[in-house]
T-cell receptor, first 115, second 114 residues
Framework: DTGVSQDPRHKITKRGQNVTFRCDPISEHNRLYWYRQTLGQGPEFLTYFQNEAQLEKSRLLSDRFSAERPKGSFSTLEIQRTEQGDSAMYLC?????????????FGPGTRLTVT | AQTVTQSQPEMSVQEAETVTLSCTYDTSESDYYLFWYKQPPSRQMILVIRQEAYKQQNATENRFSVNFQKAAKSFSLKISDSQLGDAAMYFCAIEASSWGKLQFGAGTQVVVTP
């Protein structure tokens, strides 16, 4: 069990640039989640996938945000035309969708700083 | 809408002592799960303990236990015999079987003093 991995761990970008983050879930997990966490706050849900299907998107996920999970394996989260308000920790989590088990395992996160 | 409230921004405890973190929630769902997650500084979030809402018995994991009061929608975490390694931000969270996502509280910072 190698756990959930995220790349990069840190990203500094200038306002207006596009950024893309990657998440590799635990191999047998069919659900993958993206959350955003700002300083001093709890994570906020952005979106989640079951296999390759994106089942729900939060209203927090503006048109500048897009997430994909091709082939139901890794996932990418892209932010276009970044704004300073996008600065946050972006967390990925995965879980196995089975009865009586909703435990989500989190990755280390990608810290985004928009200057 | 689901909400999770953690009213204690910070709690301090001495080593070997006990501390209790409070959490209240609101949901109209009948089938849901409650969690406490720990997030050490600059480290990833890990699950401390979980509770199925349909179970009356309070969950226990070694030094960590919960007091689940379903009618009051309360879910507190007790850390016994506190250790320096327990210092972290603790988040209470809820997930309903119909949602597919966690709703977190704002967190409680636990400080452990020698």
């Amino acid at each position: 069990d190698t756990g959930v991995s995220q790349d990069p761990r840190h990203k500094i970008t200038k306002r207006g640039q596009n950024v893309t983050f990657r998440c590799d879930p635990i191999s047998e997990h069919n659900r993958l989640y993206w959350y955003r966490q700002t300083l001093g706050q709890g994570p906020e849900f952005l979106t989640y996938f079951q296999n390759e299907a994106q089942l729900e998107k939060s209203r927090l996920l503006s048109d500048r945000f897009s997430a994909e999970r091709p082939k139901g394996s890794f996932s990418t989260l892209e932010i276009q035309r970044t704004e300073q308000g996008d600065s946050a920790m972006y967390l990925c989590a995965s879980s196995l969708d089975q009865a009586n088990s909703y435990e989500q395992y989190f990755g280390p996160g990608t810290r985004l700083t928009v200057t | 809408a689901q909400t999770v409230t953690q009213s204690q921004p910070e709690m301090s405890v001495q080593e070997a002592e006990t501390v209790t973190l409070s959490c209240t929630y609101d949901t109209s769902e009948s089938d849901y799960y409650l969690f406490w997650y720990k997030q050490p500084p600059s480290r990833q979030m890990i699950l401390v303990i979980r509770q199925e809402a349909y179970k009356q018995q309070n969950a226990t994991e070694n030094r960590f236990s919960v007091n689940f009061q379903k009618a009051a929608k309360s879910f507190s975490l007790k850390i016994s015999d506190s250790q320096l390694g327990d210092a972290a931000m603790y988040f209470c969270a809820i997930e309903a079987s119909s949602w597919g996502k966690l709703q977190f509280g704002a967190g409680t910072q636990v400080v452990v003093t020698p």
